[in-house]
């Protein structure tokens, strides 16, 4: 099936650990992005890669580190979590810069 | 930056009846979107809307991009059960960055009553 996929879906860590989510679309987009949304269901832009280059790069601590070995996947690190990191992170793509976007089906995070 | 405000937050109705929702920007986007979100999945994008003035229909789904540029609606009619879920409003601005950044409002949560 055509789709932006991360993985895992569901991941449970204690504080002060240092986890990874990947994410990959084998839609042939060009763009990709990184979401949190809160428990109030706030979808807030993380980061965004164009073709492996980071264009945007919201404030956001520097524990969260993403990487795009190539325009298909961008991973997600994150060092030293915290409570405060639990959350739903969505990965997306989009053809270019200005089209509509995919959306994989989010990893909830829950720190402990 | 750019806020926008979604509403309704919540809307209970009856199974058969019409849906308005909308949103409002602080600033002048080129690109509004809708996306609609079910429990564990991800954002499913309804319609997109390029042009101020642009009035769109997706099914049942009916969404306009405001000719101030500044706010979008998306009306639903003749609701039935499944349309229950998260319906977002998205804005793109058109200068630099923020061609690439969806600013998203804080959605709405339908709720629909068989």
């Known amino acids: 099936d055509t789709a932006v996929s991360q993985t895992p879906k569901y991941l449970v860590t204690q504080m002060g650990n240092d986890k990874s989510i990947k994410c990959e679309q084998n839609?042939?987009?060009?763009?990709m992005y990184w979401y949190k949304q809160d428990s109030k269901k706030f979808l807030k832009i993380m980061f965004s890669?164009?073709?492996?280059?980071?264009?945007i790069n919201e404030t956001v601590p520097n524990r969260f580190s993403p990487k795009s070995p190539d325009k298909a996947h961008l991973n997600l690190h994150i060092n030293s979590l915290e409570l405060g990191d639990s959350a739903v992170y969505f990965c997306?793509?989009?053809?270019?810069?200005?089209?509509?976007?995919?959306f994989g089906n989010g990893t909830r995070l829950t720190v402990t | 930056g750019q806020q926008l405000n979604q509403s309704p937050q919540s809307m209970f109705i009856q199974e058969g009846e019409d849906v308005s929702m909308n949103c409002t920007s602080s600033?002048?986007?080129?690109?509004w979107l809708w996306y609609k979100q079910d429990p564990g999945e991800g954002p499913v994008l309804l319609i997109a809307?390029?042009?101020?003035?642009e009035l769109t229909s997706n099914g049942r789904l009916t969404a306009q991009f405001g000719i101030t540029r500044k706010d979008s609606f998306l009306n639903i009619s003749a609701s039935i059960p499944s349309d229950v879920g998260i319906y977002f409003c998205a804005g793109r601005g058109n200068s630099g960055g923020s061609n690439y950044k969806l600013t998203f409002g804080k959605g709405t949560l339908l709720t629909v009553n068989p």
């Open positions: 997306a793509s989009s053809p270019m810069g200005n089209s509509p976007l995919h």
């Open positions: 839609l042939g987009h060009d763009t």
């Open positions: 809307l390029y042009k101020a003035g």
């Open positions: 600033s002048i986007f080129n690109t």
């Open positions: 890669y164009n073709n492996k280059e980071l264009i």
